[in-house]
């Protein structure tokens, strides 16, 4: 959907900033009505382009002070379906993002633990136990800067 004009433009970039508003606060920021608003986010939902909105938790007053991102190479490129590799990571509750990518390594993992200790465990007991992992490599996150994203 290529033909987005300046009130859909803002409308994104308000609810990239919070979901969470209302079609009358968004028309009111935006100078729309709230009824031409709320046809405008029923249409950008049809479309695909708002595609869902989700909950932000704060991580570390959940108690999940340590997020790692971990690449992983299979070992067995061929003889490991990589739907398999996939579905089983999936399932593991401390993996937060699943990415293949195309480079040094076919997968990057987002991984969130309580802290050091509790991501060993994970690496230990659940990553590397994974059908085909060959060779991991840990990068520590220290901190986070959120971006707007493409349209702020």
Request: overall charge neutral; proline content about 3%.
């Amino acid at each position: 959907m290529n033909d987005l004009d300046e009130f859909d433009q803002k409308l994104l970039l308000a609810l990239t900033q919070d979901a969470n508003l209302s079609a009358g606060a968004l028309g009111r920021q935006l100078g729309l009505s709230q009824p031409a608003t709320w046809r405008r986010i029923k249409r950008l939902q049809d479309s695909g382009v708002i595609a869902g909105r989700r909950l932000d938790l704060d991580r570390e007053k959940l108690g999940f002070g340590v997020t790692v991102f971990l690449g992983i190479k299979l070992a067995t490129k061929g003889r490991v379906s990589l739907d398999d590799f996939e579905r089983a990571v999936s399932a593991i509750p401390e993996v937060q993002t699943v990415e293949h990518v195309l480079g040094m390594y076919d997968y990057r993992l987002r991984v969130t633990a309580r802290d050091i200790t509790d991501f060993e465990r994970v690496l230990r007991r659940r990553v590397m136990t994974l059908p085909g992992v060959g060779d991991v490599e840990a990068n520590v996150l220290l901190s986070e800067e959120r971006r707007p994203g493409p349209l702020g």
